[in-house]
């Protein structure tokens, strides 16, 4: 089935750690997107990725990496530098563009990251 | 700037209608979503309008779009249990494609 998949669903992470959440997709889409999801709050954009090989931050960047060396694979490194990682982390996918093509945005099941 | 406002919380008795409302600021947004979370799991996406419609219907989901006033509602017809989620509303953009989204609106759906 196609589809975007995260991994893990569940992460703890001590202070101090660096910690990398998995989002692969095999959609063939060009584009994807990390976003941070806190209660009460929206969803947050934190990097994207147009393309393979380039990427841009989002509102929320800081404390945050991200690579994009295949089409498939968007991983996002959570740093030590991010001081209030505890959230719910979800990855999308979509064809790029600027929406002409009727395309939309597909999210993945999300990862819940907890700093013990 | 980018701004997409909804209120938090909806309640509503099984069977009635529900209506979920959303403003937003970018006017050169091309398209705009409503999405569904259930507790703990992603986003689903329910339904998306194009800007140069003012109304879309899919089933029991009605989409309605006020350019002029950038507001845009969501009306759940015959509203089950099933239906209790949060509700995001999200704009599409135009600069890289990116989704802008709302707070989300917790619907509760009585029996």
């Known amino acids: 089935d196609g589809g975007i998949t995260q991994s893990p669903k569940y992460l703890f992470r001590k202070e101090g750690q660096n910690v990398t959440l998995s989002c692969e997709q095999n959609?063939?889409?060009?584009?994807m997107y990390w976003y941070r999801q806190d209660p009460g709050q929206g969803l947050r954009l934190i990097y994207y990725s147009q393309i393979v090989n380039d990427f841009q931050k989002g509102d929320i960047a800081e404390g945050y990496s991200v690579s994009r060396e295949k089409k498939e694979s968007f991983p996002l490194t959570v740093t030590s530098a991010q001081k209030n990682p505890t959230a719910f982390y979800l990855c999308?996918?979509?064809?790029?563009?600027?929406?002409?093509?009727?395309?939309?945005?597909?999210f993945g099941e999300g990862s819940w990251l907890t700093v013990v | 700037g980018e701004d997409v406002e909804q209120s938090l919380f909806l309640s509503v008795r099984e069977g009635d209608s529900s209506v979920i409302n959303c403003t937003y600021t970018?006017?050169?947004?091309?398209?705009l979503y409503w999405y569904k979370q259930e507790p703990g799991a992603g986003l689903q996406l329910l339904t998306y309008?194009?800007?140069?419609?003012d109304m879309k219907q899919d089933q029991r989901l009605t989409v309605l779009l006020n350019k002029k006033d950038k507001h845009l509602s969501l009306r759940i017809a015959d509203t089950q249990t099933g239906d209790s989620a949060i509700y995001f509303c999200?704009?599409?953009?135009?600069?890289?494609?990116?989704?802008?989204f709302g707070q989300g609106t917790e619907l509760s759906v009585k029996p």
């Open positions: 999200a704009e599409r953009y135009n600069q890289g494609g990116k989704l802008i």
């Open positions: 309008i194009f800007s140069n419609m």
């Open positions: 999308a996918s979509s064809i790029p563009g600027t929406g002409r093509t009727g395309n939309t945005i597909y």
């Open positions: 970018d006017s050169s947004s091309t398209y």
């Open positions: 959609l063939n889409h060009d584009a």
